[in-house]
């Protein structure tokens, strides 16, 4: 599995860094992370509920940190476990600014085995490239709320909270990752509209049954 890509935040670099090096961030936007504990500067340890097509599970883990050269380089090891199999990888990510925004260059590869693996190796790296855009998202809305001025209501001071994806954010995240990897785009509207008008025959169907039960 190889997760290669990039992406731009509008904020500073050290911001974003500082961000990065943060359990308490990370845990809150990290789709699927319930907990991540700091051991020393370079390793965390935590529990993340991952789910990938069918197959679902918890799994146990650590993340070791290496090559830290603040605020502009990172590599990151991260090997998990649990009852769906095993979850291993690494990568490097470099952050440059440039005119107030940060450029964020990330690049590693991994391996899954057991249950989650049976899903298929394109599946599993769709779903892996799904979470790290959504948490990458969340980490931009994240630093924007946190650098947003707070405002003035009448004599109180509203300040904007960021709100984390929810669990069903998150899956229609995914849905939405794999629908757009696995469907051309010029079959994507005919799939999208067949897909609606058998929810709607469905809806319909479980409507007359409840009906005729009335009866």
């Known amino acids: 599995m190889?997760?290669?890509?990039?992406?731009?935040?509008?904020?500073?670099r050290q911001v974003i860094w500082d961000a990065l090096m943060d359990p308490d961030v990370l845990a809150r936007i990290l789709p699927g992370v319930e907990k991540l504990d700091k051991v020393s500067d370079t390793e965390f340890t935590g529990v993340m509920n991952v789910r990938v097509g069918?197959?679902?599970g918890k799994f146990k883990g650590k993340v070791t940190l290496s090559d830290l050269r603040e605020p502009e380089h990172f590599v990151m090891v991260v090997n998990g476990r649990g009852a769906a199999g095993f979850i291993k990888g690494s990568g490097d990510a470099t952050l440059v600014e440039e005119d107030g925004k940060t450029i964020?260059?990330?690049?590693?590869?991994?391996?899954?085995?057991?249950?989650?693996?049976?899903?298929g190796q394109r599946l599993v790296e769709t779903t892996g490239k799904s979470i790290v855009r959504q948490g990458l998202e969340s980490l931009d809305r994240l630093t924007?709320?946190?650098?947003?001025?707070?405002?003035?209501e009448g004599e109180e001071i509203v300040i904007e909270e960021y709100a984390p994806?929810?669990?069903?954010?998150?899956?229609?995240g995914v849905v939405k990752d794999v629908f757009d990897e696995y469907v051309p785009e010029e079959r994507r509207m005919v799939v999208a509209v067949a897909g609606v008008a058998a929810f709607v025959a469905v809806i319909l169907l479980?409507?007359?049954?409840?009906s005729g039960g009335e009866d």
Do not use: C, M, R
């Open 54 to 56: 069918p197959v679902q």
């Open 165 to 172: 994806p929810s669990e069903f954010d998150v899956a229609k």
């Open 104 to 119: 964020l260059t990330y690049g590693g590869s991994g391996d899954v085995g057991g249950k989650i693996a049976s899903v």
């Open 206 to 210: 479980l409507f007359n049954l409840l």
């Open 2 to 12: 190889e997760l290669n890509g990039a992406y731009t935040f509008d904020a500073p």
């Open 144 to 152: 924007q709320a946190q650098l947003q001025p707070p405002e003035v």
